[in-house]
């Protein structure tokens, strides 16, 4: 059965750094590409960028370049979003997902809630 | 890359069909047949219901159903439930290095 299994819930203080986790199973990690989505409070799905386990190609979409950076560790089947200096406006839930037939996301992880305020 | 376009909301009343539409651009959904549907109810991971345009995964009713037509993509639900009030997103694959755009999702309510 295909899992991707996220972090839990976070509570930042803005200017902190986070790193936050999609544990994947049940298929070839290495094989298919993973995607984080940022959903706002009360707001819409937002593509933030892609990466292949395989070779680690990443991709950004341009409201993220520069802003978070996708990681993936093969031996732990894991891929990673990370901030080096949080903003309240960072306050989201942050879901992966596997990109697999169709171009579609057919398995999301259960989502990660970050909340950052002073 | 902008999003895809949906309406901000659609309703309709047990029984009834609605649709939804998704509109882009010749680089993402004019140019392949590569548009998907989810549906999210709140606090909720977004599920797939529709892949490639038209293609139901396994387990999903056959209430639902996708179509295209140029730049526009359309979801259809027949049949309305109770259960279908929920937010709607369509995506799809873009000639941008980023791979995926979504729409700006539909929030359905059955009346």
């Known amino acids: 059965e295909v899992q991707l299994v996220q972090s839990g819930a976070e509570v930042k203080k803005p200017g902190e750094s986070l790193k936050i986790s999609c544990k994947g199973s049940?298929?070839?990690?290495?094989?298919?590409?993973i995607g984080w989505v940022r959903q706002l409070p009360g707001k819409g799905l937002e593509w933030m960028g892609i990466i292949y386990p395989g070779d680690s190609d990443t991709r950004y979409s341009p409201s993220f370049q520069g802003q978070v950076t996708i990681s993936a560790d093969k031996s732990f089947t894991t891929t990673y979003l990370q901030w080096s200096s949080l903003k309240a406006s960072d306050t989201a839930m942050y879901y992966c997902?596997?990109?697999?037939?169709?171009?579609?996301?057919?398995?999301w992880g259960q989502g990660s809630l970050v909340t950052v305020s002073s | 890359q902008s999003a895809l376009t949906q309406p901000a909301s659609v309703s309709g009343s047990p029984g009834q069909s609605i649709t939804i539409s998704c509109t882009g651009t010749s680089s993402d959904v004019g140019g392949y047949n590569y548009v998907s549907w989810y549906q999210q109810h709140p606090g909720k991971a977004p599920k797939l219901m529709i892949y490639?345009?038209?293609n139901r995964p396994s387990g999903v009713s056959n209430r639902f159903s996708g179509s295209k037509s140029g730049n526009t993509a359309s979801l259809t639900i027949s049949g309305l439930l109770a259960e279908d009030e929920a937010d709607y997103y369509c995506?799809?694959?873009?000639?941008?290095?980023?791979?995926?755009?979504f729409g700006g999702g539909t929030k359905l309510t059955v009346l």
């Open positions: 049940g298929y070839s990690f290495t094989s298919y590409w």
């Open positions: 490639g345009v038209s």
């Open positions: 997902a596997r990109l697999g037939g169709g171009n579609s996301l057919g398995y």
């Open positions: 995506s799809s694959y873009t000639s941008s290095s980023t791979l995926v755009v």
